[in-house]
Nanobody
Framework: QVQVVESGGGLVQDGGSLRLSCAASGRTFFTVYTMGWFRQAPGKEREFVAAISWSGGSTYYADSVKGRFTISRDKAKNTVYLQMNSLKPEDTAVYYC?????????????????WGQGTQVTVSS
């Protein structure tokens, strides 16, 4: 069993920055996981934001955040980060962290096994 807990959300102005953190705990020492970030805005479906392989050697981004968001991981701390720069009002959503053991398509939410409760990000115009 793996638990993931997000933190770092908040209110920021248009053009501002935030860094989200996702701490994983549980049987992480014995299994490799792809870590992903997804988001869900009110009235919309959950969408893929970014993902990173277990080694950190491969990263994946949604077109809407490329060049603005950066995903990284600290394996020693079992923590994944999402640095969000140049935020826009349309980035407003609840952001979820997810862990998947056998992820083939990083942007497919159904391939992730464990999910956090989410953290709210609000970008004001």
């Amino acid at each position: 069993q793996v638990q993931v807990v997000e933190s770092g959300g908040g209110l920021v102005q248009d053009g501002g920055s935030l860094r989200l953190s996702c701490a994983a705990s549980g049987r992480t020492f014995f299994t490799v996981y792809t870590m992903g970030w997804f988001r869900q805005a009110p009235g919309k479906e959950r969408e893929f934001v970014a993902a990173i392989s277990w080694s950190g050697g491969s990263t994946y981004y949604a077109d809407s955040v490329k060049g603005r968001f950066t995903i990284s991981r600290d394996k020693a701390k079992n923590t994944v980060y999402l640095q969000m720069n140049s935020l826009k009002p349309e980035d407003t959503a609840v952001y979820y962290c997810a862990a998947g053991r056998d992820v083939v398509v990083a942007g497919r939410s159904g391939e992730y096994d464990y999910w956090g409760q989410g953290t709210q990000v609000t970008v004001s115009s």
